[in-house]
T-cell receptor
Framework: QKEVEQNSGPLSVPEGAIASLNCTYS??????FFWYRQYSGKSPELIMF????GDKEDGRFTAQLNKASQYVSLLIRDSQPSDSATYLC?????????????FGKGTKLSVIP | GAGVSQSPRYKVAKRGQDVALRCDPI?????LFWYQQALGQGPEFLTY????????KSGLPSDRFFAERPEGSVSTLKIQRTQQEDSAVYLC???????????FGPGTRLTVL
């Protein structure tokens, strides 16, 4: 059973702080890793993807991947109230011939003004 | 350009009724995916098309669920003899050259009474 685990939260951080969101996955065959943001009542929005070990930065967002530890994280710098949402970690497993995303349950982030 | 569109946005069905949910992917996107999202959960994969070919239907929960994409563009997810446990948001996603990077539509919220 391929699993993606996230702390459901809620994670509360003050405005301007760094928010750190974590995700672990069970299958070492995982190839691609994604972070989606989902506002309440809305659909998931792709914000970051990472395929190789290390860090990938895009604006205020940094994704970190450690395949040896089967661990993915998302850092949000200078958090804003508009970042308050549920963040979904998702992976694609190699070898299946399909690009299906396997999602975690999501971490709810609240940025307090 | 236009994103993924889905219709209807909301659907209420009586138990036992058949429903059909439509997805219009981003123009030119080859890959199309259907996911089911229950309240408080991450999306779960249902099925995947590449053009008109259904390459993976491993996530369809029962033979009451059927999906098609006859001309490689618009897709329809059909649920026969709906049950209360089918109540969820049904999300469609499409991707282009980079099949990994999937973009979601607004979803159809199905409520079965």
């Amino acid at each position: 059973q391929k699993e993606v685990e996230q702390n459901s939260g809620p994670l509360s951080v003050p405005e301007g702080a760094i928010a750190s969101l974590n995700c672990t996955y069970s299958d070492r065959g995982s190839q691609s890793f994604f972070w989606y943001r989902q506002y309440s009542g809305k659909s998931p929005e792709l914000i970051m993807f990472i395929y190789s070990n290390g860090d990938k930065e895009d604006g205020r967002f940094t994704a970190q991947l450690n395949k040896a530890s089967q661990y993915v994280s998302l850092l949000i710098r200078d958090s804003q109230p508009s970042d308050s949402a549920t963040y979904l970690c998702a992976v694609i497993y190699s070898g299946a011939g399909s690009y299906q995303l396997t999602f975690g349950k999501g971490t709810k982030l609240s940025v307090i003004p | 350009g236009a994103g993924v569109s889905q219709s209807p946005r909301y659907k209420v069905a009586k138990r036992g009724q058949d429903v059909a949910l439509r997805c219009d992917p981003i123009s030119g996107h080859v890959s199309l995916f259907w996911y089911q999202q229950a309240l408080g959960q991450g999306p779960e994969f249902l099925t995947y098309f590449q053009n008109e070919a259904q390459l993976d239907k491993s996530g369809l929960p029962s033979d009451r669920f059927f999906a098609e994409r006859p001309e490689g563009s618009v897709s329809t997810l059909k649920i026969q003899r709906t049950q209360q446990e089918d109540s969820a948001v049904y999300l469609c996603a499409s991707s282009g050259d980079r099949a990994n990077e999937q973009f979601f539509g607004p979803g159809t919220r199905l409520t079965v009474l």
